[in-house]
Nanobody, 115 residues
Framework: QVQLVESGGGLVQPGGSLRLSCVASGSPFSITTMGWYRQAPGKQRELVARISSIGTTNYADSVKGRFTISRDNAKNAVFLQMNGLKPEDTAVYSC?????????WGQGTQVTVSS
């Protein structure tokens, strides 16, 4: 059974930075795409960023230039460096790992941007 463990969320002031981490355990087979999604209260879950197995990245327009996604294939880990955080970035952030045949989701970590 594959499990995703996230860390790095918290409370930060506007303009601050956070780094989210997600590690997949349980010997996930053939991970392809890894990504981060977020869901704010009363809103639908949205893609924040994703990265392919060869490092191709995609970002939501709202985070381009501020967030950077990266991965460590040897550790089955994906990271999200978030700089220049804004109050509208407040949400529960969840990582997603796609393998051949299955998608896996983390439990989510709260990010709150407030003064």
């Amino acid at each position: 059974q594959v499990q995703l463990v996230e860390s790095g969320g918290g409370l930060v002031q506007p303009g601050g930075s956070l780094r989210l981490s997600c590690v997949a355990s349980g010997s996930p087979f053939s991970i392809t795409t890894m990504g981060w999604y977020r869901q704010a209260p009363g809103k639908q879950r949205e893609l924040v960023a994703r990265i392919s197995s060869i490092g191709t990245t995609n970002y939501a327009d709202s985070v381009k230039g501020r967030f950077t996604i990266s991965r460590d294939n040897a550790k089955n880990a994906v990271f999200l460096q978030m700089n220049g955080l804004k109050p509208e970035d407040t949400a529960v952030y969840s990582c997603m790992v796609k393998t051949i045949g299955s998608d896996y989701w983390g439990q989510g970590t709260q990010v709150t941007v407030s003064s």
